[in-house]
């Protein structure tokens, strides 16, 4: 039977957007009305069928799984309801079921055989009444939950199920606030301060093949979503109507930032909830790995260095110079194989702890500010190992980062402020001279490497890295933690 874009039931989107994965890669399907169809890594037949004649107004619905799996649903030219798919058997024999003329109009896949659906039809033709309901194999607990929190829920009033890996699952209703279990400590995050702030969930998305990345959709139509960095930010962004970044450019983790327009390395705080925040606020988390500094501190307030025009040129030249030597891009690296690093280092002002413009970028004077030097002039190798106590250097004089955020807040000192303080750093690997043991004589990496990489193993328990030419290093960001 012919169907409208958004059924009789479930939220009204403005558009759809599925995360699933084919041969071993993350994949998405997105649709927006108007704009048609993006998509990344799905399988050839859906590329195919969303590539007919007159798709981009036919399309109803669609899912994506792991494994390829995926389900679609559109309006043929005889104008009656017809889907396609790679389901598995027992799923895609629910599908083809006679429903007295009806038909599945939502369908979420998840990981492990898990799927939540739901089917609609017209009991009388006469009134055209329509019945709605819900099927599927649901993991345990978003049964549990879900009957606890909505009892004698009805199937329209439901208007979104999403199963994602690890045990997490989303479910909202038009009738309440969504509930959850198993997702991360920065999608949860996420949903407690938008609802905390007046805005209404209307969908989620989980990825059935990795933990982190999500969409969220609003009532108002806005999106929000922490999505892979390969995938094109930018072009998703212009299907859909961001949430968080409705007036601020789109950022992007590996754009070089403009340098200052005051000649002057300078500050600038950096939105709660953005893209960057976002991205930073994961590797803080993932990175906080020491488990008896449990639970993860929460960050306060997060600043971009912005860099004056010296300190610019002479990054972007050395990476010009390592990209050239290594040729990362031609092998579909980042260029210049580029990483974010933390370090923890020395704060003996409150630079940060008040954000105004008046007194953001009131660095300090004082020599033994770590802090604003490394924030002002970058940092230099040849201050390692001077501040007290600091004086063992495991591969010599060098600047140290680690993509453990937990051991580079054993080197912060932030007295006198309500805050913590880790400096994100921007930095330039190379090609990397690997190494299990220590070497405090080393002053340069072997020939043709360009940092050492030290190695969780022998003598380290958490990683680091290792950088002898000081343009290979930048502070991109201040992050300030309780």
Same mark, same amino acid.
Not at 80 to 93: D, F, H, N, R, T
Not at 183 to 208: F, S, W
Not at 393 to 414: E, N, W
């Given at each position: 039977?012919?169907?409208?874009?958004?059924?009789?039931?479930?939220?009204?989107?403005?558009?759809?957007?599925?995360?699933?994965?084919?041969?071993?890669?993350?994949?998405?399907?997105?649709?927006?009305?108007?704009?048609?169809?993006?998509?990344?890594?799905?399988?050839?037949?859906?590329?195919?069928?969303?590539?007919?004649?007159?798709?981009?107004?036919?399309?109803?619905?669609?899912?994506?799984?792991?494994?390829?799996?995926?389900?679609?649903?559109?309006?043929?030219?005889?104008?009656?309801?017809?889907?396609?798919?790679?389901?598995?058997?027992?799923?895609?024999?629910?599908?083809?079921?006679?429903?007295?003329?009806?038909?599945?109009?939502?369908?979420?896949?998840?990981?492990?055989?898990?799927?939540?659906?739901?089917?609609?039809?017209?009991?009388?033709?006469?009134?055209?009444?329509?019945?709605?309901?819900?099927?599927?194999?649901?993991?345990?607990?978003?049964?549990?939950?879900?009957?606890?929190?909505?009892?004698?829920?009805?199937?329209?009033?439901?208007?979104?199920?999403?199963?994602?890996?690890?045990?997490?699952?989303?479910?909202?209703?038009?009738?309440?606030?969504?509930?959850?279990?198993?997702?991360?400590?920065?999608?949860?995050?996420?949903?407690?301060?938008?609802?905390?702030?007046?805005?209404?969930?209307?969908?989620?998305?989980?990825?059935?093949?990795?933990?982190?990345?999500?969409?969220?959709?609003?009532?108002?139509?806005?999106?929000?979503?922490?999505?892979?960095?390969? +995938? /094109? =930010?930018? #072009?998703?962004?212009?299907?859909? !109507? $961001?949430?968080?970044? &409705? *007036?601020?450019?789109?950022?992007?983790? +590996? /754009? =070089?930032? #403009?340098?200052?327009?005051?000649? !002057? $390395?300078?500050?600038? &705080? *950096?939105?709660?909830?953005?893209?960057? +925040?976002?991205?930073?606020?994961?590797?803080?988390?993932?990175?906080?790995?020491?488990?008896?500094?449990?639970?993860?501190?929460?960050?306060?307030?997060?600043?971009?260095?912005?860099?004056?025009?010296?300190?610019?040129?002479?990054?972007?030249?050395?990476?010009?110079?390592?990209?050239?030597?290594?040729?990362?891009?031609?092998?579909?690296?980042?260029?210049?194989?580029?990483?974010?690093?933390?370090?923890?280092?020395?704060?003996?002002?409150?630079?940060?702890?008040?954000?105004?413009?008046?007194?953001?970028?009131?660095?300090?004077?004082?020599?033994?500010?770590?802090?604003?030097?490394?924030?002002?002039?970058?940092?230099?190798?040849?201050?390692?190992?001077?501040?007290?106590?600091?004086?063992?250097?495991?591969?010599?004089?060098?600047?140290?980062?680690?993509?453990?955020?937990?051991?580079?807040?054993?080197?912060?000192?932030?007295?006198?402020?309500?805050?913590?303080?880790?400096?994100?750093?921007?930095?330039?690997?190379?090609?990397?001279?690997?190494?299990?043991?220590?070497?405090?004589?080393?002053?340069?990496?072997?020939?043709?490497?360009?940092?050492?990489?030290?190695?969780?193993?022998?003598?380290?328990?958490?990683?680091?890295?290792?950088?002898?030419?000081?343009?290979?290093?930048?502070?991109?960001?201040?992050?300030?933690?309780?």
């Amino acid at each position: 039977m012919p169907l409208d874009y958004q059924s009789e039931t479930g939220p009204k989107l403005t558009c759809r957007f599925a995360m699933g994965e084919y041969q071993g890669k993350p994949s998405f399907l997105l649709h927006s009305p108007g704009k048609g169809f993006y998509w990344k890594n799905i399988p050839p037949e859906l590329e195919t069928l969303i590539g007919m004649p007159n798709m981009e107004h036919s399309c109803k619905n669609f899912a994506l799984g792991p494994n390829g799996l995926f389900w679609y649903t559109y309006r043929s030219v005889k104008d009656v309801y017809e889907q396609k798919g790679s389901a598995s058997p027992s799923l895609w024999s629910t599908l083809n079921e006679d429903w007295k003329g009806g038909c599945p109009i939502r369908l979420s896949l998840g990981p492990q055989g898990f799927w939540w659906g739901e089917k609609e039809w017209i009991e009388n033709p006469t009134t055209k009444n329509h019945l709605v309901q819900a099927f599927g194999v649901q993991p345990q607990s978003l049964v549990n939950e879900s009957k606890q929190k909505y009892p004698g829920i009805r199937s329209f009033e439901i208007d979104f199920v999403t199963i994602g890996v690890k045990g997490a699952w989303v479910m909202g209703t038009n009738t309440g606030e969504p509930c959850w279990a198993g997702i991360t400590e920065q999608l949860e995050r996420t949903l407690k301060r938008e609802m905390e702030a007046g805005h209404r969930v209307k969908n989620v998305v989980l990825c059935p093949v990795r933990h982190d990345i999500y969409w969220i959709e609003y009532a108002d139509g806005t999106v929000d979503y922490f999505l892979p960095v390969d +995938w /094109d =930010i930018h #072009k998703i962004a212009s299907y859909v !109507k $961001t949430h968080v970044n &409705q *007036v601020e450019e789109i950022w992007k983790p +590996w /754009d =070089i930032p #403009k340098p200052s327009v005051s000649g !002057k $390395t300078q500050l600038r &705080q *950096v939105k709660q909830g953005g893209d960057a +925040w976002k991205f930073i606020e994961k590797l803080f988390d993932d990175g906080w790995r020491h488990p008896h500094k449990r639970p993860i501190p929460k960050i306060s307030l997060i600043f971009e260095v912005v860099w004056s025009v010296s300190l610019h040129t002479s990054f972007v030249s050395y990476l010009d110079r390592i990209e050239q030597k290594g040729k990362f891009t031609i092998r579909q690296q980042i260029k210049g194989n580029q990483a974010y690093g933390w370090h923890g280092t020395r704060r003996r002002c409150n630079i940060g702890d008040d954000p105004s413009p008046t007194r953001l970028n009131q660095f300090c004077s004082d020599a033994n500010c770590a802090t604003c030097v490394i924030l002002t002039k970058s940092f230099d190798a040849n201050f390692a190992g001077k501040a007290p106590g600091r004086a063992f250097l495991r591969f010599g004089r060098a600047i140290y980062t680690s993509t453990v955020s937990s051991k580079a807040d054993d080197y912060q000192q932030s007295a006198g402020s309500q805050y913590k303080s880790l400096i994100l750093a921007r930095t330039i690997k190379g090609m990397a001279d690997t190494r299990k043991v220590g070497d405090k004589k080393l002053v340069a990496p072997n020939a043709g490497f360009d940092c050492v990489e030290g190695q969780v193993g022998q003598e380290l328990n958490y990683d680091e890295c290792c950088f002898y030419h000081n343009d290979a290093v930048r502070p991109a960001f201040l992050v300030l933690y309780k």
